[in-house]
């Protein structure tokens, strides 16, 4: 395997780092939590049968991040602090009272967040091998072997931020030399260092400098035999350039990139060389063709001295263990493997492969009649361009301005407001019978009228109704769709100590019934301020799902956005004014390659105006993208048609307004000035200064005032201080002052049940 889930089967570490924070555990605790979650991995992949177990793959936050401290390229703004090793990680991830968090944004197309490394001219970079050394040593006191893993240096630098990080790789290089001979002289056999960004297109540069550190480690004297691992798609011309180094092995993902095999048949013969075969998808959760993947397999014996079957990448990206869905739909659970089967179907093809077993299970047969729906393949049949489009943007600005009658610089949130452990243990209740249906409604409403309440009072002129109903953006929907399954235990990182629980899309979908509508006009039945409605985006809701194979992805969108189409529709007769569709996945599934990424725009695009364009010009549309480089597809963005985007910009420190700019960028936009991701609560001059230069780029007519992110992760303490200053600082601008004002701490909440 190329990695494994490291959260635990139970969500362990989520809860002990949590606590850690919290000052519930000290850091004593939290790592025997860790390396008791470690050790039960390495037991059970060893027992499972594999003949190489990773390690290094446990990490409190995040990959890039633990690969950033061995390198030591920790910025001086976070070694000031003078905090722990321990503390400093969670300071670079989460931010203090004094410095902003690192840059979180997406770890290439997949719902994965990263910490994004900044390197510049003075980073300096020094071997800090502590961390692999040590999980090393704990696998071999079980009887273990281990191939510890590490970001390697080319990708560790390509998706770095600074002055030319890539220019720094000599000085990188040297770091990692250090690292190998670390390894090498603590007796660690082979090392796996992953190289995904030669996945997307790489300029001949790029893939020379790849040749050239690869070639210099190669020639250590003193290091473990090299594994370079690759995934999310096919290494193009970097596999020619890697094969002729000393590398002992390359990994190739034949799920997502399945050209790989024709290239590596054109290299010619590769003497001396391991290929480890991604065969097994570790992005999805349907059960592996075995046979299929055997005779690729088989192909591939004939052209490496030594072929060894692998995951397709980390198995990171989907659940631990299926044995814990006991109530599952039978026969969607017996087209699954979530990591613990995919783990015994690498073994079962090594094995194939190995011994020439051709007893391999058959692929389940086709899917149920009953999970087609022939009403909506007659729907999809029947639609026209018109059912894409809308009246011109300018018409249509005009005519919300007049419904609405908004302030310059309008101030909004971006949907969910905090998650409390009251509303998590009315779900609870609610699941476990202890709390009626009628009771469960009154718990909710009593939280959507104290939401309403507190922004009215804040003095925010767009209101949401805070989503306490929901349990996760994509979830909720996939609970209430046809076609969906929802798991009990499924869950997976994305980010940090957050986890969610992606649904499973088998079959035709299509809406029973309005999903948000009675929430939405509740919420606006107690405000003359617009309430906006919320929905999450037909892209989003593939993104974050584990979708069905058997028929084309755009297929599945329009599908899904015909759903959400009639929900828009319903919303609108019921009076809500506006509506949000958020599509904060729309850059996950971009392919890596510029070749293939005309196609997915094109209907993800035609997905989202397909959802939103059934309605009215007086209707304002918005949607939510957050934590992507969005200026890769700025082009897109404008084509979704939104009267109002709102945008991740904060840590950023909105670097995405000068793109915008340049891209002729015209709509509504809200970008974020300020970091709902980290606890630290900002200052009232820096939302000023961050709105100064939001003004600079864009017309005060088109510009919003909001947050970078919704508010669920956060408590209501430090969720009123920093809407109070964003209010007051949007105030500020409006009237023109030329310093920061006062900071408001926006007064006092009543502290009682609220977390």
Known sequence: ?????????????????????????????????????????????????????????????????????????????????????????????????????????????????????????????????????????????????????????????????????????????????????????????????????????????????????????GGLPRRPRMFVASYFGDLGDALPALLRTPVEAVGLDLVAGPGG??????????????????????????????????????????????????????????????????????????????????????????????????????????????????????????????????????????????????????????????????????????????????GYAERMRAEVEHVIRFQERLGLDVLVHGEPERNDMVQYFGEQLTGFAATEHGWVQSYGSRCVRPPILHGDVARPGPMTVAWSTYAQSLTDRPVKGMLTGPVTLLARSFVRADQPLADTARQVALALRDECHDLEMAGIRVIQVDEPALRELLPPRKTEQRVYLTWAVEAFRLATSGVADATQIHTHLCYSELGEFLPAIAALDADVTSIEASRSKMEILDDLGAAGFARGIGPGVYDIHSPRIPRQAEITDALRRAVAAVPADRLWVNPDCGLKTRGYAEVEQSLARLVAAAAQIRAGAAEPGPVSDGGHWPAVGRA
């Not at 250090?178 to 997307?200: F, I, R």
């Open 1 to 217: 395997m190329l990695g494994y889930p490291r959260i635990g089967p139970d969500r362990e570490l989520k809860q002990a780092v949590e606590a850690y924070w919290a000052g519930r555990i000290d850091a004593g605790q939290l790592e025997r939590t860790a390396a008791g979650l470690r050790a039960d991995v390495w037991r059970d992949l060893h027992r499972a049968g594999l003949t190489a177990v990773p390690s290094n793959t446990s990490s409190y936050y995040d990959q890039v991040l633990d690969a950033a401290v061995a390198v030591g390229a920790i910025p001086d703004r976070f070694r000031r602090l003078g905090l722990s090793p321990l503390d400093t990680s969670f300071a670079m991830a989460r931010g203090t009272a004094e410095e902003p968090a690192m840059e979180l944004t997406k770890w290439f197309n997949t719902n994965y967040h990263y910490l994004v490394p900044e390197i510049g001219p003075d980073t300096v970079f020094a071997a800090e091998p502590e961390k692999i050394l040590g999980e090393y040593a704990e696998a071999l006191a079980l009887g273990v072997t281990t191939r510890p893993v590490l970001i390697g240096p080319a990708t560790f630098l390509l998706l770095a931020k600074g002055d030319n990080p890539f220019g720094r790789l000599g000085d990188l290089v040297t770091a990692y030399a250090d690292l190998l001979t670390s390894l090498g002289d603590a007796g660690v056999p082979w090392v796996q260092l992953d190289e995904p960004a030669y996945c997307a297109d790489r300029t001949q540069a790029e893939i020379d400098a790849l040749r050239a550190t690869y070639t210099y480690l």
């Open 261 to 438: 095999l024709r290239r590596l048949a054109a290299c010619g013969p590769i003497p001396g060389k391991t290929i480890v075969a991604g065969l097994v998808d570790g992005r999805n959760v349907w059960r592996t063709d075995l046979r299929a993947a055997a005779a690729i397999g088989a192909q591939l014996k004939g052209l490496a001295d030594d072929v060894v079957v692998s995951s397709s990448c980390s198995l990171l990206h989907v659940p631990a263990d299926l044995a814990a869905e006991t109530s599952l739909d039978a026969q969607v659970r017996a087209r699954l493997a979530f990591a613990r089967q995919k783990v015994d179907e690498v073994v079962l093809l090594g094995r194939a492969l190995r011994d020439g077993v051709a007893t391999l299970p058959a692929r389940p047969g086709p899917a149920p009649a009953a999970w087609r729906d022939d009403a909506v393949r007659a729907r999809l049949e029947a639609l026209r361009p018109e059912h894409t489009s809308r009246g011109p943007y300018p018409q249509r600005a005009v005519a919300q301005q007049a419904r609405l009658r908004l302030p310059e610089l309008p101030t909004t949130t971006v949907g969910s407001f905090p998650q409390t452990d009251q509303l998590r243990q009315a779900r609870a209740d609610r699941r476990a019978g202890r709390l009626d249906p009628a």
